[in-house]
């Protein structure tokens, strides 16, 4: 049915016909019409942010947690401008969104106007596609082919510049009977040829590992579900990225850890060793191979995809196969039930053993405190104290970033959202906003840092505004803890601006916003506070005091491989550990 | 401490042999395109020796874009695939790999020059087969169409009878037999 109605109108039509039923944003000049279009409906709610970059941070812990598009609305100018950030994680790492952002009338356009920038010049390069509208006739269809563009394919963040005089033009709208764009066809199913190749590859290996990531947790719970039981049917042992914790349950006997520079010593040393690797859904980022000439140098490689430029990217692989994970993992659990090849049974006992002799090693192990909190210690009480509820994890980045993803077990995909590619300071609260709008009767944790936590710590207001009890968990151990790692490692000791001096009383300041906070130094008294903190029907910010000087461990230092992890009672001088060479690229 | 470069990014790839690709591009003319696709080049890093756009199907609003690129095999294989996932774009095809294709290109020149000098220059021109388009006392433009090489080679003789001014196109480049992209 095809209806008159202004630019803005069909801005929040079209989010109505999606089924959106949140977007994130911030008023301003050049989106003044949609904003008066919210006004007028109550099936899309707006959620208020402090600053636009937490608006697109907040959509993608909205998206990652929920497996829906994340809705953006800002002004022209410094609104677009300051999702840049937001938008370059999300592309990193292929989060689902669609950012609409104002811009000055068309007549103004390239004039210096107030509040102009060019957006769609800005953010050619961190979106997945955008518009610049130019004509009210093009916006029906741009407005359902960027949720289209966004999540099908590798999904990735869509930008919609609409000048203002487009938002106020009337024109007709109808919904599109599909929303597909007109030529963009992602290859969804896998070549049947080389999964069977593949499936051949997999029975016949003697050391295999799977090595899985972000695009199994993209590919929605049914892909965790297939890579679970192809994992199982064929026992093989199964690491994760960063991006893919949750994928495949933490608690399992097949599971290795996550792998990488922080990874666990079982898991990247599997990944060297082993004869047949099984890539689904990660991308060889250098966090993961280490040193690319020295990385897995025995195994015959299969990679899966959904992209084709992610396929001999970084590494050569034997089989590429280009295909969504889930229907590649639907296709090879289908044909190995139908072929039941037999596995080299002898061999991969062999393999167990050897896995089971690094686990031994315990790489995980530190040395405990009664008298200071250690963090490792922090994310295991907080793990253990809520693993039976419904809960979900943000963190933001570095140290706390990697004990979380050490430390606290995830066993369902969509529960762990975290900045991997970008690594963006700032990330986990806002997300944390996102996550709880999401799921408003789960318990939601950022797990911080006491120097990322104050990137984005205006986003506190917003969760007292909508009445989301998120919980900010801060290691607080006065530094920019793994800028002081690395400055330990690798540049004499000398801690150069990576102290955090003047720290507000994050006490004060949760009760300044209207939340509540907690603080804890004593190992003794942890528990009790992690508690008091659940407990706590708003949001609190939880200052836990830890130790100052404690480093991520595992750890593939620079200049080494897989093989040459630095392992946590290591006692020598961590000065001496990486040459200069490797100190210039790190 | 003089150990071989050594760090967890990995090392810059030693010297492989660089190969020159001849690319035909087909995209959705719509605003942007072109920034798109040479953004790609400039931030990945890739080369662009020759590009040439134009509408190829106006009713479809197709454009047909050619590039000339040279890299290892893997970047040019890099460059396909980055081509190829840009939403506009509907196809990317190698034309060196499918053979040698035909390219040519057009080049305007202008000779300003009297006597001996002039008189030469239109004698070359007459052996390469160019057009002669403009005609004064002192000086030609000609209109000369060939491959890149062929139009060096007129530009190398030019420039002994008084070239001034050069304006090229750029490659057009298609598949030799009865196949179409």
């Given at each position: 049915?095809?209806?008159?109605?202004?630019?803005?109108?069909?801005?929040?039509?079209?989010?109505?016909?999606?089924?959106?039923?949140h977007?994130f944003?911030?008023?301003?000049?050049?989106?003044?019409?949609?904003?008066?279009?919210?006004?007028?409906?109550?099936?899309?709610?707006?959620?208020?942010v402090?600053?636009?970059?937490?608006?697109?941070?907040?959509?993608?812990?909205?998206?990652?947690?929920?497996?829906?598009v994340?809705?953006?609305?800002?002004?022209?100018?410094?609104?677009?401008?300051?999702?840049?950030?937001?938008?370059?994680?999300a592309?990193?790492d292929?989060?689902?969104l669609?950012?609409?952002?104002?811009?000055?009338?068309?007549?103004?356009?390239?004039?210096?106007?107030?509040?102009?920038?060019?957006t769609?010049?800005?953010?050619?390069h961190?979106?997945?596609?955008?518009?610049?509208?130019r004509?009210?006739e093009?916006?029906?269809?741009?407005?359902?082919?960027?949720?289209?563009?966004?999540?099908?394919?590798?999904?990735?963040?869509v930008?919609?510049?609409?000048?203002?005089d487009v938002?106020?033009a009337?024109?007709?709208?109808a919904?599109?009977?599909?929303?597909?764009?007109?030529?963009?066809?992602?290859?969804?199913?896998?070549?049947?040829?080389?999964?069977?190749?593949?499936?051949?590859?997999?029975?016949?290996?003697?050391?295999?590992?799977?090595?899985?990531?972000?695009?199994?947790?993209n590919?929605?719970?049914?892909?965790?579900?297939?890579?679970?039981?192809l994992?199982?049917?064929?026992?093989?042992p199964?690491?994760?990225?960063?991006?893919?914790?949750?994928?495949?349950?933490?608690s399992?006997?097949?599971?290795?850890?996550m792998?990488?520079?922080?990874?666990?010593?079982?898991?990247?040393?599997?990944?060297?060793?082993?004869?047949?690797?099984?890539?689904?859904?990660?991308r060889?980022d250098?966090?993961?191979?280490?040193?690319?000439?020295?990385?897995?140098?025995?195994?015959?490689?299969i990679?899966?995809?959904?992209?084709?430029?992610?396929?001999?990217?970084?590494?050569?692989?034997?089989?590429?196969?280009?295909?969504?994970c889930?229907?590649?993992?639907?296709?090879?659990?289908?044909?190995?039930?139908?072929?039941?090849?037999?596995v080299?049974?002898?061999?991969?006992g062999e393999?167990?053993k050897?896995?089971?002799?690094?686990?031994a090693?315990?790489?995980?192990?530190?040395?405990?405190?009664?008298?200071?909190?250690?963090?490792?210690y922090?994310?295991q009480?907080?793990?253990?104290?809520?693993k039976?509820?419904?809960?979900?994890?943000?963190?933001?980045v570095?140290?706390?970033?990697?004990?979380?993803a050490?430390?606290?077990?995830?066993?369902?995909?969509?529960r762990?959202?975290t900045?991997?590619?970008?690594?963006?300071?700032?990330?986990?609260?806002?997300?944390?906003?996102?996550?709880?709008?999401?799921?408003?009767?789960?318990?939601?944790?950022?797990?911080?840092?006491?120097?990322?936590?104050?990137?984005?710590?205006?986003?506190?207001?917003?969760?007292?505004?909508?009445?989301?009890?998120?919980?900010?968990?801060?290691?607080?151990?006065?530094?920019?803890?793994?800028?002081?790692?690395?400055?330990?490692?690798?540049?004499?000791?000398?801690?150069s601006?990576?102290?955090?001096?003047?720290?507000?009383?994050?006490?004060?300041?949760?009760?300044?916003?209207g939340?509540?906070g907690?603080?804890?130094?004593?190992?003794?008294?942890?528990?009790?506070?992690?508690?008091?903190?659940?407990d706590?029907?708003?949001?609190?910010?939880?200052?836990?005091?830890?130790?100052?000087?404690?480093n991520?461990?595992?750890?593939?230092?620079?200049g080494?491989a897989?093989?040459?992890?630095?392992l946590?009672?290591?006692?020598?001088?961590?000065?001496?550990?990486?040459d200069?060479?490797?100190?210039?690229?790190? | 401490?003089?150990?071989?470069?050594?760090?967890?990014?990995?090392?810059?790839?030693?010297?492989?042999?660089?190969?020159?690709?001849?690319?035909?591009?087909?995209v959705?003319?719509?605003?942007?395109?072109?920034?798109?696709?040479?953004?790609?080049?400039?931030?990945?890093?890739?080369?662009?020796?020759?590009?040439?756009v134009?509408?190829?199907?106006h009713?479809k609003?197709?454009?047909?874009?050619?590039?000339?690129?040279?890299?290892?095999?893997?970047?040019?294989?890099?460059?396909?695939?980055?081509?190829?996932?840009?939403?506009?774009?509907?196809?990317?095809?190698?034309?060196?790999?499918?053979?040698?294709?035909i390219e040519r290109?057009?080049?305007?020149?202008?000779?300003?020059?009297?006597?001996?000098?002039?008189?030469?220059?239109?004698?070359?021109?007459?052996?390469?087969?160019?057009?002669t388009?403009d005609?004064?006392?002192?000086?030609f433009?000609?209109?000369?169409?060939?491959?890149?090489?062929?139009?060096?080679?007129?530009l190398?003789?030019?420039?002994?009878?008084?070239l001034?001014?050069?304006?090229?196109?750029?490659?057009?480049?298609?598949?030799?037999?009865?196949?179409?992209?």
């Amino acid at each position: 049915m095809t209806r008159q109605m202004t630019g803005a109108e069909m801005v929040v039509q079209a989010m109505q016909d999606q089924g959106v039923e949140h977007i994130f944003g911030y008023p301003g000049g050049a989106v003044l019409p949609i904003y008066d279009a919210l006004f007028q409906q109550d099936k899309v709610k707006h959620v208020l942010v402090r600053h636009e970059q937490g608006a697109v941070h907040a959509a993608e812990g909205y998206a990652r947690s929920s497996g829906k598009v994340g809705c953006v609305l800002v002004t022209s100018g410094p609104g677009a401008t300051n999702a840049v950030t937001g938008l370059t994680d999300a592309m990193l790492d292929s989060i689902p969104l669609v950012c609409i952002t104002g811009q000055v009338p068309t007549h103004l356009i390239g004039s210096d106007a107030f509040q102009e920038c060019d957006t769609v010049g800005i953010t050619r390069h961190c979106t997945k596609h955008n518009y610049l509208v130019r004509s009210i006739e093009d916006l029906p269809r741009i407005l359902h082919e960027a949720f289209y563009v966004a999540s099908n394919g590798r999904p990735g963040p869509v930008v919609i510049d609409i000048p203002k005089d487009v938002q106020f033009a009337k024109g007709s709208y109808a919904r599109p009977m599909s929303n597909q764009h007109k030529t963009y066809r992602p290859q969804i199913k896998g070549d049947m040829g080389k999964i069977q190749a593949a499936v051949d590859l997999i029975a016949s290996a003697k050391r295999p590992v799977f090595y899985t990531g972000g695009g199994v947790v993209n590919s929605g719970p049914e892909a965790s579900a297939l890579l679970r039981e192809l994992v199982r049917l064929t026992g093989y042992p199964i690491t994760s990225t960063l991006m893919g914790l949750g994928s495949y349950p933490a608690s399992d006997s097949q599971w290795l850890g996550m792998l990488g520079m922080h990874g666990t010593y079982e898991a990247n040393l599997a990944m060297h060793d082993c004869d047949v690797m099984i890539c689904i859904g990660a991308r060889f980022d250098d966090r993961i191979t280490g040193r690319l000439d020295a990385f897995s140098p025995k195994s015959k490689k299969i990679h899966v995809d959904i992209d084709p430029s992610s396929i001999n990217k970084n590494v050569r692989v034997d089989i590429g196969i280009v295909g969504d994970c889930g229907h590649v993992l639907e296709d090879m659990v289908r044909l190995w039930r139908a072929q039941a090849p037999q596995v080299d049974k002898a061999a991969l006992g062999e393999w167990w053993k050897r896995i089971d002799g690094w686990r031994a090693r315990n790489c995980l192990g530190y040395r405990n405190d009664s008298k200071v909190i250690k963090p490792q210690y922090a994310i295991q009480r907080l793990y253990e104290l809520t693993k039976d509820r419904d809960v979900y994890v943000t963190t933001e980045v570095g140290q706390h970033q990697m004990w979380a993803a050490q430390y606290f077990k995830f066993e369902e995909p969509n529960r762990w959202m975290t900045s991997g590619g970008l690594g963006t300071m700032g990330y986990g609260l806002p997300a944390a906003v996102g996550t709880q709008m999401a799921h408003p009767g789960a318990l939601v944790i950022d797990i911080a840092g006491e120097a990322s936590i104050l990137m984005n710590m205006q986003e506190m207001s917003t969760a007292l505004q909508y009445r989301l009890p998120v919980k900010i968990f801060i290691l607080n151990n006065e530094y920019m803890g793994m800028v002081r790692q690395w400055q330990e490692l690798l540049h004499g000791g000398r801690y150069s601006e990576s102290y955090s001096a003047a720290l507000p009383d994050f006490v004060k300041l949760a009760e300044a916003y209207g939340g509540h906070g907690i603080r804890c130094s004593d190992p003794a008294e942890l528990d009790h506070a992690i508690l008091e903190m659940i407990d706590t029907p708003k949001p609190v910010i939880f200052d836990c005091i830890v130790a100052k000087e404690e480093n991520c461990f595992p750890m593939i230092p620079s200049g080494k491989a897989h093989n040459e992890m630095i392992l946590p009672d290591f006692e020598g001088k961590t000065g001496d550990i990486i040459d200069a060479k490797g100190r210039e690229l790190v | 401490m003089n150990m071989p470069m050594k760090s967890h990014y990995s090392d810059a790839p030693k010297a492989q042999p660089q190969a020159r690709h001849t690319l035909s591009v087909l995209v959705d003319n719509e605003p942007g395109v072109l920034a798109r696709i040479a953004g790609l080049f400039s931030g990945r890093g890739y080369n662009i020796e020759s590009l040439t756009v134009s509408e190829t199907e106006h009713e479809k609003h197709v454009s047909r874009i050619t590039i000339v690129t040279t890299g290892t095999g893997q970047v040019i294989d890099q460059i396909k695939a980055q081509l190829d996932r840009l939403v506009p774009v509907h196809r990317v095809v190698d034309l060196t790999i499918q053979g040698e294709a035909i390219e040519r290109e057009l080049a305007l020149v202008k000779v300003v020059g009297t006597g001996e000098s002039r008189v030469e220059a239109m004698r070359l021109a007459g052996a390469f087969g160019a057009r002669t388009l403009d005609a004064t006392l002192t000086s030609f433009v000609f209109e000369v169409t060939g491959t890149t090489d062929e139009i060096e080679r007129f530009l190398r003789v030019m420039s002994v009878v008084g070239l001034v001014e050069v304006s090229r196109t750029g490659i057009a480049a298609m598949a030799r037999g009865a196949e179409a992209l």
